[in-house]
């Protein structure tokens, strides 16, 4: 290379990049940066003439930046590129609005929630308690009841819908002949249950139990079969998938070997197909983990601690949330903080489910594919 | 051990589609028989139905006779376990269970049917099926390690391996080297040649040279046209239908000239 084409590209550089026909003028490259940080301090000017509101402020904003955006690019660069910039900034504004409710929810439990989040909280009966030498109700706040209740009742509702789910799907894949008018039949039954609104759910259980026990039989059981309607479409639907992935060729290898039907799907599919068929079942119970509306009908609320599901009301954590926010005590305002820490409470249960849900699939992947 | 097969007048139905029509052949113990034929024929179809694997495909049937050593398979109350116990399979594409290590995929038959087989019998029931499948010293260090990471020929041995260790008499294989190298290709070749000495064996192939070099009789089947049924057209010693064939269209086919 000679002195003066490096001297050439040296004095060319900083100026922008070298011409060629593939080239084309481009604006900065934290363009988009300066542009928002504009956009955000002229419409903050603006509003502090007219009236300030969060809401008006980021709207303006939106609409100064893309427009601004767009007529710059426009200019310095090409119409192409303007398109670009703009619907980039369409889309970011579209995942931005889709993420605004989840992260709001969230902030909103865990600002509501973590006050009341104590050991005592999660450890202690909530209730009030009648001392006879000073003649004073204390009135506690806690939710142990109501945790112990969630565990029960989601967990007699997993133990029930869990085999009949998965055994009805077994027989869809690999007992029935897709044709055949039982298997439609179970098909779609399966498919109206899935819609079944979760009140009509209670109702069920509430009517069946009042008619098999008397009136007022509120009980954990009740309310774990009618989250066991909710649960038994979704953990059928779920594994019937799982096991159709398994690759008929399994099956055919298994049987060449002289194997039964039975030891086939016991010992080849299932292990294939468990780790699917897991987290199936974890997404069931995260979804009725939180019903309120069939549990309030089926096991009415209560604060007094009860460990037996066969009788005697039992309270959930989203019950509670929902009882102590429309059945306040006297103190109003404690009520209101402990139906935000039962709130949050439910939450973290949930995180530590799936977290779990996760662990378990991966534990159960099969090997040499993990 | 090695067993005689009789197919008498065998049609094969999907639903009502008749894919293979009027099948008639003897296949005599400790040979190895080749099918060749084009694509759709329905060389697969018929190789399922000597061991009754079509029933697995739902609206598969059959009409006609298929004798091992004089029984015959579609007799009412044949169990089909049974007859899968006694003529094994090995499919074009290998299928270790992923879910089981080397040693368990050899042990599948066994322990898939919790046959009680106390930890010697087993070792040496594993040791012995590799080395007939020609895979132990290759995989004798690492039993424990699942059998999908094994490469494609050695998985190919592995559930050949699989196949032999509940000892059948008769061994079908449909294309069981069309997904190998020409290296694997050769020990899976190997292997049928020794094979031969116990098994009756079937081999559906699309490599000819493969057929004159591992096989004894060659059966050529044939369709008419798309939507007819496959036919058996010629069934002779290998030598003869590679040389001097009696019908036309097998010498169009072996020479390369159609198909
Ligand atoms: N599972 C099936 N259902 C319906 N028809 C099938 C099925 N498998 C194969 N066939 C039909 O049967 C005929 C023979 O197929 P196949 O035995 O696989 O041929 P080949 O193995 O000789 O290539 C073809 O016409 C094919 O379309
Ligand atoms: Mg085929």
Redesign the pocket.
């Known amino acids: 290379m000679t002195a003066t084409t490096v001297a050439d590209t040296e004095t060319r550089a900083p100026r922008g990049p070298v011409p060629n026909a593939l080239t084309s003028a481009q604006l900065p490259r934290f363009v988009e940066l300066y542009t928002l940080a504009g956009a955000l301090a002229v419409s903050a000017a603006v509003l502090a003439m007219t009236g300030f509101s969060i809401v008006g402020w980021l709207v303006l904003s939106a609409v100064l930046y893309l427009v601004s955006l767009g007529i710059l690019s426009t200019v310095v660069e090409n119409r192409r590129k303007a398109t670009d910039r703009v619907v980039r900034g369409l889309v970011t504004i579209a995942f931005l609005l889709a993420v605004i409710p989840l992260v709001s929810t969230l902030v909103t439990v865990i600002i509501g929630g973590a006050p009341s989040l104590t050991w005592d909280f999660v450890t202690k009966t909530g209730g009030s308690v009648f001392d006879p030498s000073t003649l004073k109700v204390t009135i506690v706040q806690g939710a142990w009841q109501a945790v112990v209740g969630t565990l029960i009742i989601t967990g007699v509702a997993t133990l029930i819908s869990v085999p009949i789910g998965i055994l009805a799907a077994i027989y869809l894949v690999e007992y029935a002949q897709p044709q055949q008018w039982m298997a439609r039949t179970v098909t779609f039954l399966v498919d109206v249950m899935t819609g079944i609104p979760s009140i009509v759910a209670g109702l069920f259980a509430f009517s069946l139990f009042t008619l098999l026990v008397g009136p007022k039989a509120f009980s954990g059981f009740s309310a774990s079969v009618a989250l066991s309607v909710l649960m038994i479409p979704i953990v059928v639907r779920s594994t019937e998938e799982m096991l159709k992935l398994v690759s008929s060729e399994l099956r055919e290898a298994s049987f060449a070997l002289g194997v039964t039907k039975f030891a086939t799907i016991v010992r080849v599919v299932l292990p294939t197909a468990i780790a699917g068929i897991i987290t199936g079942v974890m997404l069931a119970i995260s979804r009725v983990i939180g019903e309120t509306a069939p549990i309030f009908i089926a096991a009415s609320f209560t604060s007094n601690f009860n460990a037996n599901p066969f009788s005697g009301p039992m309270e959930t954590l989203a019950v509670k949330a929902y009882a102590d926010y429309k059945f306040p005590s006297q103190d109003i305002a404690a009520s209101y903080q402990s139906a935000w820490g039962a709130a949050l409470l439910l939450v973290l249960l949930v995180v530590i489910l799936n977290l779990v849900a996760r662990i378990i699939a991966k534990a159960f992947a099969p090997r040499g594919l993990r | 051990m090695s067993k005689r097969i009789n197919v008498r007048d065998l049609d094969v139905y ?1 639903s009502d ?1 008749l ?2 029509e009027g099948v008639s052949m003897t296949i005599e113990p400790r040979t190895v028989t080749a099918f060749i ?1 084009p ?8 190789l399922r139905t000597l061991n009754r694997m079509h029933e697995v ?1 739902p ?2 049937r059959v009409r006609g006779e298929v004798l091992i050593d004089g029984d015959n398979l579609y007799a009412p109350g044949v169990d089909p376990v049974l007859v899968r116990r006694q003529v094994g399979m090995v499919f074009q594409r290998a299928n270790p269970f992923p879910t089981m290590s080397i040693r368990d995929n050899v042990l599948a038959g066994v322990k898939l049917n919790s046959r009680r087989m106390p930890k010697s019998d087993q070792d040496s029931l594993v040791e012995r099926s590799l080395r007939g499948a020609n895979l132990w010293n290759e995989v004798k260090d690492r039993l424990q390690l699942p059998g999908s990471g094994l490469s494609g020929g050695q998985q190919q041995r592995l559930c050949i391996a699989r196949a032999i260790a509940v000892s059948p008499d008769v061994l079908l294989m449909d294309e069981p080297c069309s997904a190998l190298d020409p290296i694997s290709t050769l020990a899976i070749e190997d292997l049928i040649e020794e094979l031969k000495q116990d098994y009756t064996i079937v081999i ?1 192939t699309h490599n000819m040279q493969q057929a004159t070099r591992v096989s004894d009789k060659t059966a050529f ?1 044939n369709i008419a046209g798309s939507g007819k049924p ?1 036919r058996l057209i010629e069934y002779d010693d290998t030598a003869t239908i590679f040389t001097k064939p009696s019908v036309q269209a097998t010498e169009d086919y072996v020479s390369g000239r159609f198909g």
Do not use: E, M, Q
Not at chain 2, 39 to 46: E, N, V
């Open positions: 999907y589609f894919a293979v034929g694509s759709g024929c329905g060389k697969s179809t018929f495909i609206g598969a559906v089947f496959g």
